[in-house]
């Protein structure tokens, strides 16, 4: 039986796309929705989703945001009132034409993001310098229409938050850039367990219709790269376009400085390919649907079942998230399914136990097993609970450390991506040089290093206008 | 200044519409959207959302259900799948025809309801009698194309949880659709204040699709119904249309019984018409986004804003949602501003009250002002608020019930709803009998009366078959 349940997950080395489609899916996170490309988030993906949700919108309220609710359809017209915009989107979206019935005079994108449609009744809001700065998020879903999709990963709809805010001046616009990429990075370290680099994207991969923008990419277990967020810096580009302007201090009328953020349910792909492993599932205690299941051992036996219903009001009392798993099946059974969900803790508690106040605590992560008194259990698993996201963090991080590569050469970038690395280069700052790399290696600028090193491009040879972290990626 | 701001909303007795537009926006809950028909919920508004989605994944869990997320488009061919269901339906509902660029296939409804994506799924994932009960639930914008809109009440988009659930015989799914619709009654008095009046809906009234469906229904200010919330026992209509099939404990292959359940932002339309009064918004405490305003007086003075944040400090840690309002506006303006808004407790704190250890507590259901002592504070303020949610619920159903009337012929039922009552008269059973009421009084049936007392159809004479709440409806 145990045997079965491993075997049924592709090997994480050597075909890790499979390894994903088989874990997700016999985890229950995700199945596929009947559109093509869509998915359905089943009640232990979507729990973390909620879990997601919560810490972020704890962290967009001590920074001012608001949640708001915008509508899905956008008038065609308002996708075309910035230039740039319309060009990135128009060929990903789905569009409504008929409704009610009859033919619309106008047709309506479903969002792909609602720049747009926040701008313009942001231009009907904003008056007057006293209304700034505007800062309003939306949980949401997002169509984008795409060829190749994987759940969680690249989905025609996806669930997201998006931040929209206006300020009176670019300094404002561009210090909350900034800020909110450096909530996305503290939300993955302490939520997601999940090392980040983070730093402005090139020109090429930038969002169409910022000034400027922000990523953050992790390193997934095949050492590719995933964009797990981002922050624009819009400049006046949406503000002239949707007519945001507000009357200043001094009584002129000028146009605000606006910037957007967001992230997706690609977070939990992210999480999922950072620290999965063969046996599945490693969920990061902060996020885990179940951060404890506790299996009785010797079930039928007096107690047993009564010990662990009073051991998991201890800890849900403490605020752990528990679950007794008291289903007909075996423990080796047991063991098994939930190491493939990743609940970051397991307690196996049977009569020997019981007798001795003792449980035996065994750790997803390092599968560490350890006889711990029963004294203070809630205390004693709330501070593992933060042990394991540490050390989740600390190993992830450390992977990442030792496959960031730097290269002088495309060869070398070429190997070195070929072995799952990031590589950091020099490159001049010109699209040419970085299409190259792209065509030699499949490889993509993710982000420029803040720290900029590099002599010269990797590609031309001429002096490095900056330092870029190249890799493949999802 | 206090004299502009009330005179801005429309006289609430005789023209309550008007009334309610300028409530709804110039309380900042939400704005009229771009495209025709769609409504932007903004912060004030999303807020009251936000804690009725918590208050009710509160119960919903209580009850088994999980949430979970599907998608939002829906192959044409499933909404076909279930006679009536589409043809309720297919008038309303929008259409994608064109995606990435491409003209489709097959076109895509934007879900109106979600019976059918959710059953092709519950289809896939039922297999055996240990797969059942299936509880799910899920919030989501939903669309259906109306010709007459109006924010909250009647919305091309609007967000929603609807709740699906699968049994393996029909006792289990009747029951489930009485439990559910009794979750909602208590709810709308719990956390709304709301008395409803609940029951079976006619024929004519049921979803499409249905075998029974269960409303609630509230009396507006007006004396019109709105129908907030529905419970629907779905039979074997759907678990047939869309191959939901378990292994009985016997062997044998047998199709589940379905229901379904929902409430929508509608709710929030609600409870406005229900207590809002001439100055504007009355909330309920629970739901209210801000429960407590506290407004200092004299505020430059030394000690009032370090004492109204103390104080507001010691609120907050007992879990009271409070404000205070240090803006430059006048407190004559401040009062009436939060007034409009509905705030169910303003506090007022100046020098002498400090001096004297005492704060001006208003409740804005009655207006009553009284000095209250410092002390406990955070109790007094906390039972006030559940005194203040019990006195709206008091009034809200003593005005229910008194313009609840027994009629026995047309011309008395006419009279009836002229005067904004609700009617409660027979009705023989017949279709041609509920149309004749319609067309002669404008009214429709709004639920059946649990206790049937009636002797004759208020139509036709014969004997009733029911006795039925008949009312003017939004």
């Known amino acids: 039986m145990e ?30 929705g009947p559109v093509k490309g869509t998915m359905v988030i089943r009640p232990y993906g979507y729990a973390i989703w909620e879990n997601i949700q919560n810490e972020f919108n704890t962290r ?42 009859e033919k619309l005079q106008e047709p309506l994108c479903v969002r792909p993001t609602s720049e747009t449609i926040i701008g313009t009744m942001f231009g009907k809001w904003v008056e007057s310098w006293r209304d700034l700065p505007v800062r309003m998020n939306q949980w949401a ?23 929209h805010s206006v300020f009176a001046t670019a300094e404002e616009a561009e210090t909350e850039t900034q800020k909110m990429l450096e909530v996305y990075e503290e939300f993955a370290k302490t939520c997601l367990s999940m090392p980040v680099l983070t730093g402005r994207k090139t020109e090429k991969e930038k969002f169409a219709g910022a000034v400027a923008t922000y990523g953050m990419e992790a390193m997934m277990h095949d050492g590719k790269s995933l964009q797990s967020g981002t922050s624009h810096y819009l400049g006046q580009n949406f503000s002239k376009a949707f007519d945001i302007k507000f009357t200043d201090k001094d009584g002129a009328q000028k146009y605000g400085y606006t910037m957007s953020f967001g992230v997706s349910t690609r977070l939990i792909g992210a999480l999922i390919m950072t620290h999965g492993d063969q046996r599945g599932l490693v969920l ?45 099946n075996s423990p080796g059974w047991k063991f098994n399914e939930w190491e ?34 029963m004294d203070n259990a809630e205390t004693k698993i709330a501070a593992l609970l933060g042990e394991i996201a540490d050390n989740m963090y600390e190993k992830a991080k450390e992977r990442m450390q030792k ?7 495309l060869d070398e970038l070429l190997s070195a991506v070929d072995q799952g690395n990031f590589v950091r280069a020099g490159w001049c700052g010109c699209r040419e040089c970085e299409d190259k790399v792209k065509a030699f290696a499949q490889a993509t600028s993710r982000v420029m290093d803040k720290a900029h090193t590099a002599k010269s491009c990797i590609s031309c040879g001429k002096e490095a206008k900056h330092t870029v972290f190249f890799a493949r990626a999802y």
């Not at 009132?81 to 019935?101: L, R, W, Y």
């Not at 994987?150 to 931040?163: D, I, K």
């Not at 496959?403 to 050469?409: A, E, G, L, Q």
Request: proline share 6%; net charge negative; with cysteine.
């Open 340 to 373: 493939m969900k990743g609940v970051p803790v397991r307690i196996e508690l049977g009569p020997r136990d019981i007798e001795a106040g003792k449980m035996l605590v065994c750790r997803r992560d390092t599968f560490e097993k350890n006889e711990v008194e």
């Open 284 to 328: 990061p205690p902060v996020v885990a649907p179940v951060q404890v299941v506790i299996v009785p051992i010797a079930m039928k036996k007096e107690g047993v079942l009564e010990n662990c219903r009073a051991l998991a009001n201890r800890l849900k009392t403490a605020g752990i998230r528990v679950k007794i798993d008291d289903s007909d």
């Open 60 to 101: 967009f309220q001590a920074n001012g945001y608001e949640n708001a609710y915008f509508p899905l359809l956008i008038p065609m017209s308002f996708m075309t009132k910035e230039a740039e915009h319309v060009e990135g989107f128009a060929p990903e979206v789905a569009v409504v034409t008929h409704a009610g019935g």
């Open 141 to 163: 879903n997002i169509m984008r229409w795409e060829k190749t999709t994987r759940p969680f990963l690249r989905t025609s709809e996806f669930l997201w938050q998006e931040g």
């Open 403 to 409: 496959r960031i590569v730097d290269v002088k050469t």
């Open 3 to 32: 045997k079965q349940f491993v075997a049924q997950i592709a090997d994480i080395e050597s075909d890790f796309p499979q390894w994903f489609t088989d874990v997700v899916i016999k985890t229950k996170l995700v199945d596929y």
